[in-house]
């Protein structure tokens, strides 16, 4: 690959990545603005949550015609929205955090593009082993490890409000694939972390091997 086209390669992915910046930059501002009614349709706060089953697991043949199979039915996901008649209402604690928390997965994820589009910037410039790539390597490695985290905080909140209808309690849950996407993340920021110290015991040993000559 020529460098004129390594270059025109960089500008593109720093167009896609400044494109995608704004595309989630837009999605925080309309959640927000809907949650806090602006849009129209009054003050709501939505998101997903597990439905406790009061079924008992159930007995199904096994497909290879031997032993037994279970079949548990222990949990329903389901998309939850929580309306408000008044703006006093959603203002309180627990419905604020919801938000907060919420909205911080959208900003901690424009955070973790804008410290790429600095780097893909400092590529194409030819700054490749610079002391700056590497701290926002680190920089992308925390936001990575803390959006699940603060996902999971938002759907806790959420899954903590108690429903009841009809005289019945409907207990919730924070859906599993929640738990699996933190541990998913948290490997993935382990290893762009891991990646980033790599990368900035090289920029070490390059600027030692320069002051040297």
């Not at 203002?91 to 410290?115: A, C, D, M």
Request: with cysteine; aromatic share 10%; net charge neutral.
């Amino acid at each position: 690959m020529s460098a004129s086209t390594k270059i025109k390669l960089l500008r593109i992915l720093q167009y896609v990545f400044i494109g995608l910046i704004v595309a989630c930059s837009i999605k925080l501002l309309s959640n927000l603005s809907a949650n806090f009614g602006f849009s129209g349709n009054g003050p709501f706060i939505r998101g997903w949550v597990s439905m406790a089953a009061e079924k008992d697991p159930a007995g199904i043949p096994h497909p290879d015609g031997h032993g037994n199979k279970t079949l548990y039915d222990f949990a329903h996901q389901k998309l939850v929205e929580v309306q408000f008649s008044e703006m006093d209402v959603i203002l309180k604690e627990r419905y604020i955090g919801y938000i907060i928390f919420q909205s911080l997965t959208w900003l901690l994820g424009i955070i973790v593009l804008y410290q790429m589009v600095r780097i893909l910037r400092n590529l194409d410039r030819g700054l490749l082993m610079h002391a700056e790539n590497a701290k926002r390597i680190r920089y992308i490695a925390l936001g990575i490890f803390l959006i699940p985290v603060a996902h999971y905080i938002a759907s806790h909140i959420l899954a903590g409000i108690s429903y009841t209808f009809h005289g019945h309690e409907y207990a919730t849950s924070v859906p599993a694939a929640h738990t699996e996407r933190i541990l998913v993340d948290w490997l993935v920021a382990l290893l762009i972390f891991a990646l980033g110290e790599a990368f900035r015991t090289s920029v070490e040993l390059k600027q030692e091997h320069d002051i040297s000559i």
